[in-house]
């Protein structure tokens, strides 16, 4: 492969950033300056309690709606633990979502009661319909697809909830009325 004198440097340069790149640069560049101040600000409140992951990923999803993967290099350094164990924390809580969430979030409950009533097959529909797996949002960016772990409505299962409304006996039809009012409302 030929490269020009400017292309050869830019192709070395974008190696160099792959290989060893420094990861706050890159951070710096992934998250919006608003998002990072936003970071700093709860580690600045939460680093010194005890206990204080938890409360800070919770802090952060409230405020930015998700807790971005940039964030766990800063969080990591601020508690004095592995960016291994941040994720680990993240991802073992299906509460916390690592990606922007859409404008409704669709949760459907996959606890023991649900499960006995057909969610298995209401979520693979529900799949189905929006083109996306669980922790997604549709490309349109209205709905965000999520696992719940019971919604307190066992007496009516199989339910889902959307935003805040809890719905009951929720078949593929009630789905599909669901899903078109949030995209067309
Ligand atoms: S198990 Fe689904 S609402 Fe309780």
Redesign the pocket.
Known sequence: MRFSGFNKYRVWYIIYRVVFYDRETFVAVTLTTQELAKIEAHITTHKNMPGALLPLLHAIQDDLGYVPEESYPYISKALALSVAEVHGVVTFYHHFRTHQKGKHVLQV?R????QAMGSEKLEAHIKSALGIDYHQTTQDGAITLEPVY?????AC???VMLDDEVYGRVDAQKVAELISEVQHG
């Open positions: 409950c606890a023991e009661s649900c019971c919604l307190g409505n066992c299962s199989p339910a």
